[in-house]
C-alpha cells in the first residue's frame, strides 16, 4: 500500500495542466482523475476503503468574484447547503504564481474532505479581474460552473478603498483620503486600481473567451445584502442542488445592520470586518463617479443580457 501511495503521489507531482475531458475507453486518466485516485488513496484504512467515502476533491464549483462584491457572504451561505463542502481560506492558485507552478497537486491538497454526493467550492475573488486565470480555470476544467457576485460598481469601489484603509489603521499606519486616490489634476483618477476592478466588462470579455455565458452565474450583491434568500435559491438552482437553504436561515440583525445566518439551531454572523461603514464622499466626486461608470456599466448589461439596479 505504501508504494501505492507513493506511486500515487508522484504521478501527482509530474501532472501538467492540461484540459480535463472524459477519458475514453483504454485511453490514460485525465489531471482530475489522477489526482482524486491520489487523494483517495491517502484516505484509506487498512481495509482499503476510505472512511464514509471522504476524499479531497477538486472544485466543481469557484467564487471568482468580485472583490469587495459580497463573496465572503455568498460562500457563507451556500455552506448552509449540505451538499457543499467549501474550501475555509483564499486559496489563490489560478492567479498567484507561487501557488500556480506547484500543480494541481497542491491545489487539491487546499481543499476540505468531502463524500461523493458533495460539491467541492472555493472562493478567491481576485480571479475574476486576473486576466491569466480564465485559460488556467478552463485547462483544468471546461464544464466547471463559476460564481460571480456583484454589486454597484461605486459601491465596490468604496467598499475597497474602506477595507484597505481599516487594514491600514490596525496597523497605526497612515493612509490618504479616499479624495486623493479618486482625484488627480481635478479629474477622476482612472489609473486608481479599485476603479479598473469595476470595470465589470472588461474582465468578463476575457472569461467569455473561454466559458459560455450559462457556465457563469451572476450574484445581484446589493440584494444579496437586502434579501439573501431568492438569490441563494437561483444558486441552488444553478449548481443544480436540491433546494435545502430555507427563509429561515437568515434573520436581520439591527445591531449589525445586515442580515446573519441561522443554521441548526445555531446563530452565526459574518466577520465584524464586513458590512463597514464607507467615508464620507463629497456629492459632486460622488456624481463623477456614478456618470464614469455609466458607459461601462451598459457594455456590461449588452454583454449579459441582463440589467442591475446601479447609478
Request: proline share 8%; with cysteine.
Amino acid at each position: 500500500m505504501a508504494a501505492l501511495l507513493l506511486g500515487a503521489v508522484l504521478l501527482v507531482a509530474q501532472l501538467q495542466l492540461v484540459p480535463s475531458r472524459p477519458a475514453a475507453a483504454g485511453a490514460e486518466p485525465g489531471p482530475q482523475e489522477l489526482v482524486r485516485k491520489a487523494a483517495t488513496l491517502q484516505d484509506q484504512g487498512p481495509d482499503g476503503a476510505a472512511p464514509n467515502g471522504s476524499a479531497q476533491q477538486l472544485p466543481q464549483t469557484i467564487i471568482i468574484g468580485v472583490r469587495k462584491g459580497g463573496t465572503r457572504a455568498l460562500l457563507e451561505m451556500l455552506s448552509l447547503h449540505p451538499d457543499v463542502a467549501a474550501a475555509e481560506n483564499e486559496v489563490h492558485f489560478f492567479d498567484w504564481e507561487e501557488h500556480y507552478s506547484q500543480g494541481l497537486g497542491w491545489y487539491l491538497s487546499q481543499m476540505p474532505l468531502s463524500v461523493p454526493h458533495q460539491l467541492t467550492v472555493e472562493k478567491t475573488p481576485a480571479y475574476f479581474t486576473s486576466p491569466k486565470v480564465p485559460e488556467r480555470v478552463h485547462s483544468m476544467n471546461p464544464a466547471i460552473r463559476l460564481l460571480l457576485i456583484l454589486r454597484d460598481p461605486s459601491e465596490r469601489v468604496l467598499s475597497d478603498y474602506t477595507q484597505v484603509l481599516y487594514n491600514h489603521m490596525q496597523k497605526r499606519k497612515p493612509y490618504p483620503s479616499i479624495e486623493e486616490f479618486l482625484v488627480r489634476d481635478g479629474r477622476l483618477n482612472v489609473d486608481y486600481k479599485a476603479l479598473n476592478r469595476s470595470l465589470y466588462h472588461v474582465h468578463m470579455r476575457t472569461w467569455l473567451r473561454y466559458f459560455p455565458r450559462r457556465h457563469i452565474h451572476i450574484v445581484d450583491g446589493d440584494r444579496l445584502i437586502r434579501d439573501p434568500f431568492p438569490e441563494i435559491q437561483k444558486v441552488e438552482r444553478f449548481l443544480r442542488l436540491s433546494p435545502q437553504i430555507n427563509a429561515s436561515n437568515f434573520y436581520f440583525n439591527k445591531t449589525k445592520g445586515f442580515y446573519c445566518l441561522r443554521d441548526s439551531g445555531r446563530d452565526r454572523c459574518l466577520h465584524e470586518s464586513k458590512g463597514r461603514a464607507h467615508p464620507q464622499v463629497d456629492p459632486k466626486l460622488l456624481h463623477k463617479l456614478h456618470e464614469y461608470f455609466h458607459e461601462p456599466n451598459k457594455k456590461f448589461f449588452e454583454l449579459v443580457g441582463r440589467t442591475f439596479d446601479w447609478h
